[in-house]
T-cell receptor, first 117, second 111 residues
Framework: GAVVSQHPSRVICKSGTSVKIECRSL??????MFWYRQFPKQSLMLMAT?????????EQGVEKDKFLINHASLTLSTLTVTSAHPEDSSFYIC?????????????FGSGTQLSVL | LAKTTQPISMDSYEGQEVNITCSHN???????ITWYQQFPSQGPRFIIQ???TKVTNEVASLFIPADRKSSTLSLPRVSLSDTAVYYC????????????FGQGTELSVKP
């Protein structure tokens, strides 16, 4: 199946700093990528849809100035958590849609555990 | 977007067949049904996808009745390593690929 690579897998940062998370589709092109966050023992919550060459679409309640998304190429999307605070600590997961296949098949990265001190 | 409902948790023993049912009463004509597996601190992993009737691959089967308002993921002869959260998602390209996760089913396989 298609492979989505996400880096870093774990990051610890100080409050007030910014953190960038990368999501790459390794063997397919992804015009659309999605960013989710997940708190312990909870389901994944969709944060935003990242579209190559255009602005991201954010879900209701997600601050676009807080979570900056850039999708500069067909294989790379980045999520930057700006001025991070302890409440931003969470598990962030990206996914990409393989348009070459049938149906609505998404492939997910391995996730990034963000801890803000 | 079709909303899905699954049991919150299920228990099983090694070697048993496990069936997890998902309800999606307002599924749209173009929607596909996809199941994912997630282990702690990992991204979800694709298991199986179907549109109607039955689909089988090397790890699972997916049964979809004619009205498509529900689906059942069948895991044959589970092992301890199948302990995970299983999510049923419904969506289509017409919705731009946006898939909303429900609460999932936490499967616990015991020896």
């Amino acid at each position: 199946g298609a492979v989505v690579s996400q880096h870093p897998s774990r990051v610890i940062c100080k409050s007030g700093t910014s953190v960038k998370i990368e999501c790459r589709s390794l063997d397919f092109q992804a015009t659309t990528m999605f960013w989710y966050r997940q708190f312990p023992k909870q389901s994944l919550m969709l944060m935003a849809t990242s579209n190559e060459g255009s602005k991201a679409t954010y879900e209701q309640g997600v601050e676009k100035d807080k979570f900056l998304i850039n999708h500069a190429s067909l294989t790379l999307s980045t999520l930057t958590v700006t001025s991070a605070h302890p409440e931003d600590s969470s598990f962030y997961i990206c996914s990409a849609r393989d348009i070459g296949g049938q149906g609505e098949k998404l492939f997910f990265g391995s996730g990034t555990q963000l801890s803000v001190l | 977007l079709a909303k899905t409902t699954q049991p919150i948790s299920m228990d099983s023993y090694e070697g048993q067949e496990v069936n997890i049912t998902c309800s999606h009463n307002n599924i749209a004509t173009n929607d596909y049904i996809t199941w994912y597996q997630q282990f702690p601190s990992q991204g979800p992993r694709f298991i199986i996808q179907g549109y109607k009737t039955k689909v089988t691959n090397e790890v699972a089967s997916l049964f979809i009745p004619a009205d498509r308002k529900s689906s059942t993921l069948s895991l044959p002869r589970v092992s301890l390593s199948d302990t995970a959260v299983y999510y049923c998602l419904v969506g289509s390209y017409n919705q731009g690929g946006k898939l909303i996760f429900g609460q999932g089913t936490e499967l616990s396989v015991k020896p």
